[in-house]
């Protein structure tokens, strides 16, 4: 834990020397298959260390003079979490404390799916290409019916390993999620579900060109940027339809996605949907027991004990793609945006942004340091490349890029296979815009007078996706129609449809594309750009010359619902020139902001 009470960016760059060189006697990781893991646990890059001396010899040089040898080491941010995995999967020794979790009962589970029977009858099962907690996958050939001597691959699930309702929930969610989304050329196609008595079947598509990580590897540890977007569009393309449909995929990481062929041009595509989950309209993640992404993986190992030891080698590497807002239990579909952050710096630079020798370092990296964008390659990388890494790997998940607006990053804007999808963050943006003041729509149209051409495209498209009418208009009933267009199962089971009535004032009035460019602005992503500055100073001269005037603190107040009294008043004060009357600059950001009164209290 010596790493963990030093600088995380400088322990960081103590042992960022990126290398290519393999060394065969570096301890080696736990993996969800059998195959040589890639990742040993002390090296900040995925690929193989040039170190030579051991893991131990290279944390005295880094670690920071102490008061006492053994130290106590820092509460550890991952605890919790396994005692609550443990418990998920009925693993906790008789004389541990344990958390509740509810809809718990290892007593009478049912554990009959209702899927399709007789699997032996329809598939030979082949070599085995992968070994889990709960099972395992194997290829296999189909023996009758439309699938009949095609190559398939078959995900195995051992119903003696679901000790718990949840273990059982797991694997019905992700075989409807399977179902319900197949069809998306980025995404493994599901064929079907069996089950026996035994076991869980679920048969998918083969893809034999190998996992992400393994080309990563092969060349090096490194993409060129042109390489790069083709692989990031790709993963960008079905995030963006599984978030459209209310899906967090919640595991992104670069064995997680696999090419279906060993060529070049290769497709890509998204595996592993055991971990994802539905998020609700207007909700968090459900359940922070459902959604423990960073130790998930734990079930691909052959540990008996899973809260024994916080080495990284026992643990595996999910963790390196954790988001923030997962360490604090509340997060959405922004955490797999941060996950795909992190895919891409590895892309383009061979490195993790993030690391540390245990994982309960490599969660204060992700909660306190910065990614370094100062050593090779990054200088030599043009800035639109460093921009949407930066803007995907934003601790603040307010101020992250969607999936939608990353393939309309500038970085990707003219690739052939960039095709903007809609996207849902502009429900939640214009319902806002509907609930806001008349003073804040002034001033959200004076800031949407500041944005880019690439910044109206995206908002140009998303308008376009809604179909407006003749006159360039659109209604509630354009809202509704656009989401219906791509409405799944999925979109069913996640409620995302919910949506729709979050614009539902719409129904009575109509909105132009000028009114929809300020309905649709995120200012939290806007204030996440270097440009954020010259976009607010620009915006509040539209608003001085158009929409600005004398106001009291009472009407200020009241524009703001929020109720008269003492503390209001004197913060409310700063809001106000004392010169006219009129909005001070600050007034106009906090404006922007939409700040409620508990916000107020607290400034």
């Known amino acids: 834990m010596g790493l963990c009470h030093g600088k995380p960016i400088e322990a960081q ?64 941010p991952a605890k919790h979490i396994k005692a609550l995995l443990a418990r998920r999967h009925g693993s906790v020794k008789p004389n541990e404390a344990t958390i509740p979790e509810g809809s718990e009962c290892e007593i009478g589970l049912d554990k009959n799916f209702g899927f399709s029977k007789n699997f032996e009858s329809h598939y030979e099962l082949g070599e085995e290409v992968g070994r889990g907690h ?23 699930i051992q119903k003696s390993k679901m000790t718990t309702a949840i273990a059982i929930e797991d694997v019905r969610r992700e075989v409807n999620i399977l179902r319900a989304l197949t069809g998306h050329r980025n995404l493994v196609h599901f064929y079907d579900a069996y089950d026996d008595e035994e076991n869980v079947y679920i048969v998918m598509e083969l893809c034999k060109g190998g996992e992400l990580l393994d080309r990563i590897l092969s060349r090096g540890g490194k993409y060129s940027e042109e ?47 055991g971990l994802s989950d539905y998020v609700k309209p207007g909700k968090s993640m459900p359940r922070f027991l459902n959604f423990l992404l960073i130790f998930r993986s734990l079930e691909y190992t052959v540990m008996e004990d899973v809260v024994a030891d916080e080495r ?19 997060y959405g579909t922004e955490a797999d945006m941060w996950s795909i952050g992190v895919i891409a710096y590895i892309l383009l630079c061979g490195s993790r942004p993030f690391w540390a020798r245990t994982e309960s370092g490599i969660f204060r990296a992700v909660l306190k340091a910065d990614p370094s964008f100062d050593e090779a390659p990054w200088p030599n990388l043009s800035l639109d490349a460093v921009d949407f890494v930066k803007r995907l ?26 095709k903007i999808p809609l996207d849902t963050i502009v429900y939640k943006l214009v319902k806002a815009y509907i609930c806001s003041s008349s003073l804040r729509k ?15 495209a995206y908002l140009r498209e998303q308008f376009t996706s809604l179909g407006p009418n003749k ?48 309905a649709a602005i995120s200012v939290h992503q806007l204030e996440g750009m270097d440009s954020w500055e010259q976009h607010a100073r620009r915006g509040y001269e539209f608003f001085e010359k158009d929409g600005n005037r004398p106001i ?43 700040l409620s009164a508990r916000a107020l209290q607290k400034a």
């Open 13 to 76: 760059k103590r042992f960022s020397e990126d290398s290519v060189i393999p060394n065969e006697n570096e301890p080696s990781w736990s993996s969800h298959t059998s195959k040589t893991p890639k990742f040993p646990f002390y090296s900040p890059s995925p690929l193989p260390s040039a170190f030579k001396n051991s893991p131990a010899n290279s944390s005295v040089n880094s670690t920071p003079l102490r008061l006492f040898k053994r130290p106590f080491p820092p509460p550890s």
């Open 134 to 156: 709960f099972g395992y996958t194997c290829a296999a050939k189909g023996k009758k019916g439309s699938l009949k001597g095609q190559d398939v691959a078959v995900k195995v």
């Open 227 to 273: 390489d790069a977007k083709v692989v990031m569009v790709q993963i960008l393309n079905v995030v963006a339809y599984c978030h459209l449909q209310g899906v967090v995929h919640r595991d992104l990481k670069p064995e997680n996605f696999l090419f279906t062929s060993k060529d070049e041009r290769s497709p890509l595509k998204a595996i592993d949907f």
């Open 312 to 330: 990284l080698n026992d643990i595996v590497g999910s963790a390196y793609y954790v988001a923030p807002e997962v360490l604090h239990r509340s």
């Open 393 to 418: 790997l934003n601790k603040d998940y307010r101020k992250r890029l969607t999936a939608a607006q990353a393939l309309s990053h500038p970085w990707l804007a003219g690739h052939h296979d960039v």
């Open 442 to 456: 002034t001033a959200l149209k004076a800031l949407a007078k500041t944005l880019t051409i690439q910044q109206l």
């Open 471 to 518: 006159s360039g208009c659109v209604s509630l009933q354009n809202f509704k129609t656009a989401m219906a267009k791509f409405a799944t199962d999925a979109m069913k089971d996640s409620r995302v449809l919910d949506f729709v009535n979050t614009v539902s004032s719409l129904q009575y009035r109509k909105m132009d594309f000028e009114e929809f460019c300020a």
């Open 552 to 594: 009291m603190i009472e009407e200020l107040a009241s524009e703001l619902g929020l109720s008269p009294s003492v503390p209001v008043h004197v913060v409310l004060q700063d809001w106000i020139r004392h010169s006219d009357g009129k909005l001070s600059f600050l007034g106009f950001v906090r404006l922007l902001h939409g």
